[in-house]
């Protein structure tokens, strides 16, 4: 197999398709392109969600806490708790781990979020650190992704691959000096690193959004193509109104990535009814939170997403940054 999510096919027969009972207070379970469980407990809604970090080494902290927490967010669901499990190689120092928590501690205290709970170990079965973890929340209402209709509008906030861009920076500075990427644009790169999270602005638009995702690996054409597939949707977007900051286009482009493929935390897609765009707009301008609105939910055609003059059928675009670790 290869590295990065699995087809959507082999995820569905041997992941999706084997998950025990049925139980009817789930009202959310797994499925592609959707981000996180939504259980009825009570008239309220739990979401939870469970991402593994295993890319970057450097921001892995802050990864940890900002990957899972995003998908409560878009849920329209507060995070509210965090569950982290750390796997460190033999070999690894206290410096190491140092790193690791104390980024979990930064991220954990911005967005309000209390780690619960996790566990830590020193494992043969990692070659890097590596972390996995589960974040939680309770709310009144809840967002699917699979809730995008005809005439929707589609908004993103910030840019195209920034995630990617940050990792590069981080985990491959020297390299991508080398290659050519202005030390400027590497430092402001490395500062997308607190860009990551998306929970202001997705719970900001959760009483107006029809849908909302986050865009991880694939990037932002995969995002889009998982709520095109889960809402039984096509989308077309503009691309010359999607967003790419300068230093992303310069990282990606010197190692050979689309930004628009490869890792988008800190991008919210949400889809909007055109007649409460205006609002939707309004809200984000209030958190200074940069978006653009670049596309329109279609009835269903033949495709997902169609952006200027590429057409994506599947829910799966493979993410060339994986190819470097």
């Known amino acids: 197999m290869k590295i990065g999510k699995l087809p959507p096919d082999l995820l569905q027969r041997l992941v999706i398709a084997r998950r025990g009972v049925a139980r009817r207070e789930v009202l959310v379970g797994p499925a592609v392109g959707e981000d996180a469980a ?8 739990l979401a939870v969600h469970t991402d593994p970090i295993s890319g970057s080494v450097k921001l892995l902290g802050y990864l940890a806490v900002y990957i899972p927490t995003n998908d409560i967010a878009v849920r329209g669901v507060e995070p509210m708790w965090l569950s982290t499990a750390l796997f460190l190689p033999p070999g690894a120092d206290d410096s190491v781990l140092d790193m690791i ?3 979990i501690d930064e991220a954990a205290g911005r967005l309000g979020v209390m780690v619960v709970g996790g566990h830590t170990e020193v494992t043969t079965a990692v ?3 590596m972390a996995v973890a589960t974040a939680m929340g309770v ?4 967002v699917s992704t699979g809730g995008a209709r005809p005439g929707d509008v589609v908004i993103m906030t910030k840019s195209a691959g920034q995630e990617a861009a940050s990792i590069l920076a981080t985990d491959f500075r020297e390299e991508a000096l080398r290659r050519g990427v202005k030390p ?4 402001r790169a490395e500062r997308l690193a607190l860009e990551v999270s998306v929970a202001r602005e997705a719970l900001a638009l ?4 029809t849908s909302m995702h986050d865009p991880t690996e694939g990037g932002l054409a995969n995002g889009l193509a998982e709520i095109a597939y889960a809402s039984g949707v096509s989308i077309d977007v503009d691309r010359g109104k999607v967003v790419v900051y300068r230093e992303v286009e310069a990282l990606c482009g010197a190692f050979g990535i689309d930004p628009l493929e490869t890792l988008s935390s800190g991008v919210l897609l949400a889809t909007v009814p055109r007649g409460r765009l205006d609002e939707a707009v309004e809200r984000l301008e209030a958190l200074g939170v940069p978006h653009a609105v670049i596309g329109e939910v279609k009835p269903p055609s033949g495709y997902l997403v169609r952006i200027g003059g590429k057409i994506y059928t599947r829910p799966y675009v493979e993410d060339k940054l994986f190819t470097f670790f």
């Open 139 to 142: 709310g009144d209402r809840y």
């Open 38 to 45: 939504v259980i009825d407990v009570g008239g309220r809604y």
């Open 127 to 129: 070659t890097r650190p």
């Open 101 to 103: 928590t104390r980024q």
């Open 184 to 187: 400027e644009a590497v430092a």
């Open 206 to 209: 959760a009483d107006l959004a």
